[in-house]
Every structure is written in structure tokens, then in C-alpha cells.
């Protein structure tokens, strides 16, 4: 009994359980094996094919989100409901200075300890939305974090990280221009309004009445300069103003601007000319015309009597310059950098007096970047400046 039963032993095992063993799993239909295996193996074929068909389908969407995720420009991090890190784009991977990969699975706080980001991890994970602003070096960013629930328990966070430092500039440089076009408004008004009180109140003695409304035009003419130029920078900052582009002769331009300002230049016997090479540029004539004459009508006002101006166009197979040179007062290397910014001034009681409203060279920056040129300023006290403006032909 004991050996017929061996020998069943033996058989099952030699007929049913090693076919079984040997089965290829990842093929099942190519297995030849006995009959009543048959149902077995096609449903694990059918399922096979399902999951491969599946996971095709997650690896497409994986890589779908990832081409989605990695042209943004905003940072996103997808968070599990330990806080780990699912995912990562390059946007947000550059923010935290963490390479995209390696930081996969390791918590959050391993990128960066801010307050405000442990703060948002907490409250998304409590299943509240967050949203606070950051620092991380120069740069100010906006940190939006949201829970992913289903029904209730928070099975992860989406983090939006948005690099605000531009806006912030902006808005911050648009307080301060406010700030000082009230304060440069102020001035002369507070001047025009005090001669006009005491010419009211009989007070200026009539030798002195002429002398007194002079005092009034000059103040209101500064105040038509600053008010001219203030919309000048205005409609600069504008950028999607639409000005019509046209060809121009930068030197015929140069030309007409010199020949407006011959009057301001007898008057302190300075000698100005244009020479150069005629030079078609694409541009709007009004704001290139603007800033030749605001270069120009400084190198008259700083300089000295019998000083010389020379406007040189040069027109390269690469590029058209403007030069303005003067051998006037000239700027120091410590103002150097700074006079392109607006009301800035070396000598404010000069510059207003040669009715100077700290916004030329501002508006000739501007002007610049407008055509996509660049400036260049080489200057020696007491020895003259020379400005250039480089449009490059290849733009
Ligand atoms: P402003 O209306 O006072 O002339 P700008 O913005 O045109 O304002 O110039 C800023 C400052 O830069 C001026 O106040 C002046 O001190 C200096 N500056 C500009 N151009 C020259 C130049 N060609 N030579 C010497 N100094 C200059």
C-alpha cells in the first residue's frame, strides 16, 4: 500500500506539479502542457496583456506630464500624504538649486527648511489650500500649496512655486517713480505758487515785478519739461504700445536733431557737427529722434564755453553706431552707473538750472532697449563723454 502510493506520489508530482513549476510565466500560450491547464494560462495571458496594456498607459501619461511639467516655467512638486517628493520639474528643481532626479522620495524639508514652506506642507496636509510669498537669495517667489483628497484623507500636495521677483521690481520701481514725480512736481509749482502770492498780495516792488514773473515762466517751463518728459518715459514703459516701425536715416536724423539745437549751442560758442556714414535702421523715427536729442543737448549743457560736439554715425556690416562725444564736465566713475536711472542727477542745482529734468538719459536708455541696442559710456572728468548707442543689423 505504502509503495503504490509512493509511486502515485511520484506521478503527480512528475505529471502535474513540475509542469507547473516549469511554467513560463511572462509567455503562458507557449507553454505545452497538459489540457486542463489551458483555462489557467489563457486567463493569465489575457491578464498579462492587461497589465502591460496598463502600464503603457500610465508610462505615456507619466511622460505626458512630465513634457507638460518640465516646459513650465513655474516650479510644481507633487507631495505624498508623508510629504515626500513624487515629483519634481526643472523649474522647481532650479529654484531649490536640488537635482530633479536625486531628490525623488526624500522629504520635502530636505530641499529647503523655510518657514513658509513647512508652513504650507502643514496646512495642505490638514487639507487646506496656502498660498505666501518667499525669499531665496535676490529672487521673491509665490508659494501656492493645495491638498489632493479623495473623499478625505489627504493623499498628497501640489506645490506651485512662481518666480515674482520681476513684478515686485516693477511695482517697487513704479512707487518710487510716483514717489518722485510728486516730489519733482512739487518744486516748481511751490516756487510758481509763493512768486504769484507775492505779486497778488502788491508785495514786489515794481522794478522787481518783471523779474519776479520771469522767475514764474522759467518754473513753468521746467514744469512743461518735466511734465513732457514724464509722458515720454510713460508711454516707454508701455511696452505693448503700438508705434509704427519705418526706415530711418539715423544720420539724416542726427542731422535734423543738430540743426534744432544750433540756437542752444551758439549761446555757449560750441561748435557741434554730424559726420559719418548714412545708416538706414528700422525703428520709430520720434523715439530715436528723442533720444539723439536728449545725447546731444547734453553734451551742449555739460560742457563748457568753446566746447565741441561731434555726432559720428558708423554704419559696420554688423552694426550701426551713434556716438555722441563732447569734451565737456565729463562724469566720474562713481556716477557712471547710475546717471541711466530716473531723476538721478549729479549736480541737481546745475541740471535744473540748465533746465535738466534727471530723465534724459533715463528716457535715451529706454529709447535703447526699445530697438534692442545697447549703450556704452566712456567718459574722464573734466575731459568730455562719449555715449554710444550699438544697434546691432542681426536682430
Ligand atoms: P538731466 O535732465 O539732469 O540732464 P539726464 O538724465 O539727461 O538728466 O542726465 C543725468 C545726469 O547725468 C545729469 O544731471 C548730468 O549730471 C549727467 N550727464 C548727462 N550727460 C552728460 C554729459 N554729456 N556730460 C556730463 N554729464 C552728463
Known sequence: MIILSSILANWLTKKIIVPINN???????SNDVYDELSPLLNRMSKQNNQIESQFKML?????????????????IIVLNSKGQVLSINKSAADIFGVNATYNINKHILT???????????????DGNNFEDVFSKGKKTYHLLASPVMSDNPVKGIILFVLDITERQNAEKMRREFSANVSHELKTPLTTISGYAELLKNGM???KDVAEFSGRILDEAGHLINLVDDIIRISRLDEKNIKLSFESVDLLELAQ???SRLMPSAHKKNITIHVTGDHAILSGVKQILDEMVYNLCDNAIKY???????DVIVSNTP????LSVKDNGVGISKEHQYRVFERFYRIDKS??????????GLAIVKHSAEFHNAKIQLESEPEKGTTISIIFNKNN
Not at 554688423?318 to 553706431?321: G, H, L, P, R
Request: aromatic share 4%.
Open 350 to 359: 546745475h541740471s535744473k538750472d540748465t533746465g535738466g529734468t534727471g530723465l
Open 256 to 258: 535734423d536733431v543738430v
Open 318 to 321: 554688423e552694426k550701426i553706431i
Open 59 to 75: 508610462m505615456e501619461k507619466q511622460l505626458e506630464f512630465n513634457a507638460i511639467t518640465e516646459n513650465i516655467s513655474e516650479g
Open 204 to 206: 514786489v516792488k515794481n
Open 23 to 29: 511554467l513560463n510565466l511572462e509567455n503562458p500560450l
Open 111 to 125: 530641499l529647503n527648511r523655510s518657514l513658509t514652506l513647512q508652513k504650507a506642507v502643514r496646512t495642505a496636509l
Open 303 to 309: 560742457n563748457y564755453d568753446f566746447g565741441k560736439v
